[in-house]
């Protein structure tokens, strides 16, 4: 099973970051993913190579149709409710934990890319 994280990570430092990898203790693997136009005119996702630069004072937005953390290799059904804690970790080996509150979601028909 997969399950896409959405939320706000906001960079309070004053110096540029790059957040490179994520995972969490319900999957076996995530991945960071972008959303790109793809050649039918639909939206495809995709790993985003290199990870995400965020910005100093600034945020990276994780939303549905944008990018996004996915959950991928989801151990057992993730409750409505739930709190799914994800380790994000920053290039230069910083990590942070953010904890994300499940709830249910009807994707929309996006054509994953690679993976099952």
């Given at each position: ?7 706000i ?10 957040l490179?990898?994520v995972?969490s ?35 990276l ?56």
């Amino acid at each position: 099973a997969m399950a896409p994280v959405f939320g706000i990570v906001r960079n309070q430092s004053d110096e540029d970051v790059r957040l490179v990898e994520v995972a969490s203790v319900v999957s076996g693997e995530a991945e960071l993913h972008e959303t790109v136009s793809g050649a039918a005119g639909g939206s495809m996702m995709q790993e985003r190579e290199g990870g995400f630069v965020i910005p100093a004072g600034g945020e990276l937005v994780f939303e549905p149709g944008g990018n996004h953390i996915m959950l991928m290799g989801v151990h057992e059904s993730i409750r409505t409710g739930q709190e799914v804690a994800v380790t994000l970790t920053l290039e230069n080996g910083d990590t942070s934990e953010i904890v994300a509150s499940a709830r249910s979601f009807e994707g929309g028909n996006e054509q994953y890319q690679g993976g099952e």
